[in-house]
């Protein structure tokens, strides 16, 4: 069975972290440029009371942003894909249980957001695309080692084991 190399998978897990960090990064500075919208598309899922819409249109990207920083530097990366993976379900629950009560709206995922005319939706395409970012948050978390991460730099101290010497599953991570 073939298996990846370790500088292999160092490499991916690598770019898999960068487009994440990207993906909030881009998202959560989109959505803090324009507050107003930001608003609306929390508000469109009418899932909220009144009074907490405000506060989670204002902590959303905030949220993101501090995702996507923790990811480009490569700290905390397997608490923060945790963090991300639960954001992304919470996504994807909210998208879903729009199309099911059957409330036209865009996501906000990157912009925008709010009520659209019935038919414009792409729920189908934004709970894909939410999958695909989780899938790589699953990769993080399962295997969060990467290149140019401060977390790798922070163990760069610890003493690797012998070519034979045993090694737990947590280590091989």
């Known amino acids: 069975m073939f298996r990846p190399s370790q500088p292999v998978l160092d490499i991916a897990g690598?770019?898999?972290?960068l487009g994440l960090a990207a993906v909030w990064l881009v998202s959560g500075s989109i959505k803090i440029s324009d507050p107003g919208q930001t608003y609306l598309a929390v508000k469109a899922y009418e899932i909220l009371p009144s009074a907490l819409v405000h506060p989670v249109a204002t902590a959303l990207p905030l949220l993101e942003l501090a995702l996507g920083v923790l990811l480009l530097a490569g700290l905390l990366t397997r608490i923060t894909a945790v963090a991300s993976a639960v954001l992304l379900v919470l996504f994807i629950a909210g998208v879903a249980q729009s199309w099911a009560r059957g409330l036209a709206i865009d996501c906000g995922c990157f912009g925008g957001g709010g009520k659209?005319?019935?038919g414009q939706t792409q729920y189908p395409q934004e709970i894909a695309r939410?999958?695909?970012f989780l899938v790589l948050a699953g990769w993080l978390i399962l295997r969060s080692r990467t290149r140019l991460a401060v977390d790798g730099w922070l163990r760069a101290g610890e003493r690797e084991p012998a070519p034979d010497e045993p090694v737990s599953e947590a280590e091989r991570i």
């Not at 690598?14 to 972290?17: E, G, M, S």
Request: hydrophobic share 50%; aromatic share 0%.
């Open 14 to 17: 690598t770019l898999v972290r």
């Open 116 to 118: 659209v005319a019935q």
């Open 130 to 132: 939410d999958v695909g």
